[in-house]
T-cell receptor, first 113, second 111 residues
Framework: AQKITQTQPGMFVQEKEAVTLDCTYD???????LFWYKQPSSGEMIFLIY??????QNATEGRYSLNFQKARKSANLVISASQLGDSAMYFC??????????FGTGTSLTVIP | SQTIHQWPATLVQPVGSPLSLECTVE??????LYWYRQAAGRGLQLLFY??????ISSEVPQNLSASRPQDRQFILSSKKLLLSDSGFYLC??????????FGPGTRLTVL
């Protein structure tokens, strides 16, 4: 079964600085994908970025990028130039072959002005 | 484009009362649909998923049930709510890369 671990319950970052949110995973699937979601205080889950296990390059989407280290089974999210609106919960997730997602426990990010 | 709707947005119900939460998806056909529950300050717990009309898989035995009467409609129900049913309920559908897109959620408080 898939397993996702997020070891940082809370993180703080100064506005305009970069921050890395950690995510490690465990899976026996030879091919898999990793997802990051943002959940602001409104509750909606917003898809941020995706990394395929066979993708040659780390995924990037605007200010979001993935530091994907397959051998270490880690897929850390990097947010550059943090903005106040980035304050939210962030979840890492991995689906199994049945398309059922397994979510980590999340990291609460607070951006300080 | 695809959109997903959930209602109601918030709900306060007494213990022992019934529950019906509705989720509908627009702009796609034959989606996989999911119900999650999120307790306060916690991660998401998958409750049910459906790969087609009338096909429901349950992840966790509980006081809840789900139904899919139409291709793009997913309903979460309970005959008698418990205090422990309080939480934030999210519906989601899956897309081409297996990413899941979530609805706005329903915040349920059982008193």
């Amino acid at each position: 079964a898939q397993k996702i671990t997020q070891t940082q319950p809370g993180m703080f970052v100064q506005e305009k600085e970069a921050v890395t949110l950690d995510c490690t995973y465990d899976t026996s699937d030879p091919s898999y994908g990793l997802f990051w979601y943002k959940q602001p205080s409104s509750g909606e889950m917003i898809f941020l970025i995706y990394q395929g296990s066979y993708d040659q390059q780390n995924a990037t989407e605007g200010r979001y990028s993935l530091n994907f280290q397959k051998a270490r089974k880690s897929a850390n999210l990097v947010i550059s130039a943090s903005q106040l609106g980035d304050s939210a919960m962030y979840f890492c997730a991995i689906p199994n072959t049945g398309n059922q997602f397994y979510f980590g426990t999340g990291t609460s990010l607070t951006v300080i002005p | 484009s695809q959109t997903i709707h959930q209602w109601p947005a918030t709900l306060v119900q007494p213990v022992g009362s019934p529950l019906s939460l509705e989720c509908t998806v627009e702009g796609t056909s034959n989606p996989n649909l999911y119900w999650y529950r999120q307790a306060a300050g916690r991660g998401l717990q998958l409750l049910f998923y459906s790969v087609g009309i009338g096909q429901i898989s349950s992840e966790v035995p509980q006081n809840l049930s789900a139904s899919r009467p139409q291709d793009r409609q997913f309903i979460l129900s309970s005959k008698k709510l418990l205090l422990s049913d309080s939480g934030f309920y999210l519906c989601a559908w899956s897309g081409g890369r297996n990413e899941q897109f979530f609805g706005p959620g329903t915040r349920l408080t059982v008193l």
